[in-house]
């Protein structure tokens, strides 16, 4: 099946300071890419959606100059957590979409950020 | 705005059950439903993806079911066994046009099979 990576697999930062996860469609073109945070033990929210080539549709409550979404490729979408605060310590996964075959969706492995 | 339940929230079996679990979405307009595992800590494991026009698919011991008329799907796990132990979840893909998708997930359910 097809991969999704995410880089890194978890992070720890100071507050205040900025962190780029990477989310890379391995062997296939993505359309879309969306990204999701998770807290624990609840299910993952929506967060973002984002095209290749345009700008990313966030969802109602998600702060659009606090988590910057570049979709620069095909097979590449970057989500930037900017100013990080302890809040914003959660599980991000990333899935990419294609529009070929079933439109199934493939996800990352996830990325842990934690803000100290 | 598309709901999707799990239903139960948490379920804990002896080994060798088998059991289902439900998920109902409240929009039948859905263009397919995917069943996914995640361990603790883990990311998402893809288990089965259902097309609207279908009604089941199969996977080994699983198997999916799809009643898109009555916003209902099930999971079927047979013969369950410890490493099944994982949270499920369900999750439908809408077209919400112009070329975008969206993936709604339910909140999931927690099995725990033991030994």
Redesign the interface.
């Known amino acids: 099946g097809a991969v999704v990576s995410q880089h890194p697999s978890w992070v720890i930062c100071k507050s205040g300071t900025s962190v780029k996860i990477e989310c890379r469609s391995l062997d296939f073109q993505a359309t879309t890419m969306f990204w999701y945070r998770q807290f624990p033990k609840q299910s993952l929210m929506l967060m973002a959606t984002s095209n290749e080539g345009s700008k990313a549709t966030y969802e109602q409550g998600v702060e659009k100059d606090k988590f910057l979404i570049n979709h620069a490729s095909l097979t590449l979408s970057t989500l930037t957590v900017t100013s990080a605060h302890p809040e914003d310590s959660s599980f991000y996964i990333c899935s990419a979409h294609t529009s070929a075959g079933w439109h199934e969706q493939y996800f990352g492995p996830g990325t842990r950020l934690t803000v100290t | 705005k598309q709901e999707v339940t799990q239903i139960p929230a948490a379920l804990s079996v002896p080994e060798g059950e088998n059991l289902v679990l439900n998920c109902s979405f409240t929009d039948s307009a859905i ?2 439903l ?1 069943w ?1 595992r995640q361990d603790p ?6 288990l089965l ?1 259902i ?1 609207s026009s279908q009604r089941e698919q199969t996977s080994g011991r699983l198997n999916a079911s799809l009643d898109k008329s009555s916003g209902r799907s099930t999971l079927y796990i047979a013969a369950s066994q410890p490493g099944d132990s994982a949270t499920y ?1 369900c ?1 439908v ?1 809408l077209y919400s046009g112009a ?10 359910t927690k099995l725990s099979v033991i030994p």
């Not at chain 2, 070329?99 to 999931?108: A, H, V």
Request: hydrophobic share 30%.
């Open positions: 263009y397919n995917q996914f800590g883990k990311g998402l494991t893809s993806l097309q979840l999750a893909l070329g975008s998708y969206q993936l709604t997930f339910g909140k999931g």
